[in-house]
């Protein structure tokens, strides 16, 4: 075997021969393809730019869907949570209810239970106030300020709610506007404010002094004549009728709030004033608010036959003196008289106009 093996080692000699020796780190390169054109590389660069643009479509269409997912698993767990709540708390009251019938109640009952709780609460307190060592003079101290108070003060009390009442009883076929010729009325001497529906008596021939003056408007409204201005309906001049807008409640009379709305009258209005049965048509044509002590406002020199009606303001208070003045339209102020000469009206020095009378504090301690 030996020597076969010898044998063709020799016969692979023969048929082969020498090569040069080659070094195995060397290498030789030939070209074989031409480099890519620029038209390739956009068609390379293209597909490239598709496929991204496909993977990131496809990437965040699916983180959408997945959000959507959680989101409408979160939505249906809440919707099932507050349904459970809710069934839960309709088999509450379910028992409740039940139990409050076992126990042979009825809504009514168990508000009567709880008014019942409450007084007992409420009684408990007072009574621990009650046996308070400062109690009783804290109660007598505020009742007797309340009572204090109510004596001074109850006239702008009561004014103000007469304000809103209407305070006269004026009758619709007094409340017509007359023409120029003479309306023979009644005898009694009386005045009417269609807007306020006053209709009350005046009183003429009183004195001008505080005292004559109250007196007279305890039982309607009063004349008050001084010298300039003491004329009567029909006589050229002015003719002054004083009225209570608020006296005190303990007063005497049924006229304490006669005047309590003449602030809401205006120019244009219309008075009617009766006298010895001929009824006078004026119109308001001014309103001025002075003090007590101005009795100069009511006398100066006229053509015309004029009224002017006296109140108190504010309500409540003689503080101030509303004037509302009023000229005559009807029966035609042409044939208005001259004023007569009142040889017993009294002088008005020294005098104010009326007010309202004291209240009872002011009567104990001085006006």
């Not at 009417?192 to 001008?208: F, W």
């Not at 005190?248 to 004033?273: C, P, R």
């Not at 100066?300 to 036959?305: A, C, G, L, S």
Request: charged share 20%; net charge neutral; aromatic share 8%.
């Amino acid at each position: 075997s030996q020597n076969g093996l010898n044998d063709n080692q020799q016969a692979n000699q023969t048929q082969s021969p020498a090569q040069p020796k080659q070094n195995p780190y060397q290498r030789t390169h030939s070209q074989t393809h031409a480099a890519p054109t620029q038209e390739q590389w956009k068609q390379y660069h293209s597909a490239w730019q598709e496929y991204y643009q496909k993977y990131y479509e496809r990437y965040y269409v699916g983180q959408v869907h997945e959000a959507n997912k959680t989101i409408q698993q979160q939505a249906s767990e809440e919707i099932n949570k507050r349904t459970a709540d809710l069934q839960a708390a309709l088999e509450k009251e379910r028992e409740r209810n039940s139990q409050v019938q076992d126990q042979g109640l009825t809504q009514a009952d168990a508000m009567d239970e709880l008014r019942n709780s409450l007084r007992g609460k409420v009684k408990n307190q007072a009574s621990k106030v009650a046996k308070s060592r400062h109690f009783k003079p804290i109660l007598a101290a505020v009742i007797v300020m309340m009572v204090i108070g109510f004596l001074q003060y109850n006239r702008a009390i009561f004014a103000t709610v007469s304000a809103y009442i209407s305070p006269g009883k004026s009758s619709p076929e007094s409340i017509v506007v007359s023409s120029n010729a003479p309306v023979e009325v009644g005898p009694e001497n009386k005045i009417i404010i269609p807007k306020t529906n006053v209709e009350a008596p005046v009183h003429y021939g009183v004195g001008n002094d505080h005292d004559s003056q109250m007196k007279a408007m305890e039982t309607g409204t009063a004349h008050f004549a001084i010298p300039g201005a003491n004329s009567v309906p029909g006589q050229i001049g002015n003719t002054v009728v004083a009225g209570h807008s608020s006296n005190d409640v303990f007063a005497s009379g049924a006229y304490k709030f006669v005047f309590v709305q003449n602030e809401k009258l205006d120019a244009g209005d219309v008075i009617y004033m009766h006298y010895n049965g001929i009824r006078y048509t004026y119109t308001i044509t001014k309103k001025e608010v002075v003090m007590p002590t101005q009795v100069d406002k009511l006398t100066y020199q006229t053509d015309k036959p004029v009224l002017t009606l006296i109140s108190c303001v504010p309500l409540g208070t003689a503080e101030k003196r509303l004037l509302i003045t009023a000229e005559q339209v009807s029966p035609s102020p042409s044939e208005a008289k001259p004023q007569s000469d009142n040889s017993d009206t009294a002088s008005a020095e020294g005098a104010s106009i009326p007010g309202t009378e004291p209240t009872v504090l002011e009567r104990l301690f001085g006006a």
